[in-house]
Every structure is written in structure tokens, then in C-alpha cells.
């Protein structure tokens, strides 16, 4: 981060591939083929707190990611947009 806020910011980094990496195997089995994502709850945040108002949106994204050219596998869950799971292989959903 080359500038920031002198009172902190919304911006936190993290390595996803790093906590990927650091989880057991058989727990790394058990995220594969797991989707999430909700707007809900990120977009009433924002209206409770005078930010940008946009229309929520529901889609499904795998909690396992995989980038493209360097094959390395990360987490993308994020606490304020995770309502629940979804095991495509089971169909079946998990509130959490």
C-alpha cells in the first residue's frame, strides 16, 4: 500500500493461496466443488451506513480458486458476502 487513511480503511490484504496452502488435505477435499456469494448483507451495510446504494445480487463462486497461469489454488470467502455453501456435488446448501 503505497498511501492510506491516517484512521485505517476497509482495505484488509491477506494471502488466500498462503491460507489454501496451510489447511490439511483432507479439509482442502472438503472445499472443492463449495460455491458462495450474497450482495445481500454487503449492500444493507451500505445503506446503514450512507455509502453507495446498488441493487443486491446473488451468484455462486467457488470457494476454491484457481489462477489461471500459475495453478496456484486459493480461499475466496469473505465473511460480510458468505450467507451459505453450496456442495455442487451434492446439491445441497448450507446456511452458515
Not at 11 to 16: E, G, S
Not at 55 to 70: D, G
Request: hydrophobic share 40%; charged share 25%; proline share 6%.
Amino acid at each position: 500500500m503505497l498511501e492510506s487513511p491516517p484512521s485505517g480503511g476497509d482495505t484488509v490484504f491477506v494471502d488466500a493461496n498462503e491460507a489454501y496452502e496451510r489447511l490439511f488435505p483432507g479439509f482442502k477435499g472438503r472445499l472443492h466443488g463449495l460455491t458462495t456469494h450474497s450482495a445481500h448483507q454487503q449492500a444493507e451495510i451500505s445503506v446503514k451506513t450512507d455509502g453507495v446504494l446498488r441493487k443486491p445480487i446473488i451468484t455462486a463462486h467457488p470457494v476454491v480458486r484457481q489462477h489461471p497461469i500459475t495453478m496456484r489454488k486459493a480461499i475466496f470467502v469473505n465473511s460480510v458476502l458468505l450467507v451459505r455453501l453450496r456442495d455442487i456435488r451434492r446439491r445441497k446448501a448450507t446456511t452458515c
